[in-house]
């Protein structure tokens, strides 16, 4: 009944710079958050960024300073501008959002994106 849709991802190299969008669509009624997360090869699923209807933000430790979250809420997108990327943030993207009804949180997740950092 939600569908959340990344773009965005590619081939970068080290230095260099992308930005991922994610849509969400279907049946919305208030989006408390939305994030991005990743998971590189043998590697577990970790938050890289998080940002709240009212513009709280939190990030990964790891892309402090490089990577910046934004949302638009009437229009129930999100981004991530990926700045100054490493090899190590080479990893499937993934859209997350969280919608709440009243008092119930409802997680959902897009398919990913694969960010490829390599020279």
């Known amino acids: 009944q939600v569908q959340l849709v990344e773009s965005g991802g590619g081939l970068v190299q080290p230095g260099g710079s992308l930005r991922l969008s994610c849509a969400a669509s279907?049946?919305?009624?208030?989006?408390?958050?939305m994030g991005w997360y990743r998971q590189a090869p043998g590697k577990q699923r970790e938050l890289v960024a998080r940002?709240?209807?009212?513009?709280?933000?939190n990030y990964a430790d790891s892309v402090k300073g490089r990577f910046t979250i934004s949302r638009d809420n009437a229009k129930n997108t999100a981004s991530l501008q990926m700045n100054s990327l490493k090899p190590e943030d080479t990893a499937v993207y993934y859209c997350?959002?969280?919608?709440?009804?009243?008092?119930?949180?409802?997680?959902?997740w897009g398919q990913g994106t694969q960010v490829t950092v390599s020279s």
């Open positions: 940002i709240t209807s009212s513009g709280s933000t």
């Open positions: 997350n959002a969280d919608i709440q009804r009243f008092t119930t949180i409802y997680n959902y």
């Open positions: 279907g049946s919305i009624s208030s989006i408390y958050a």
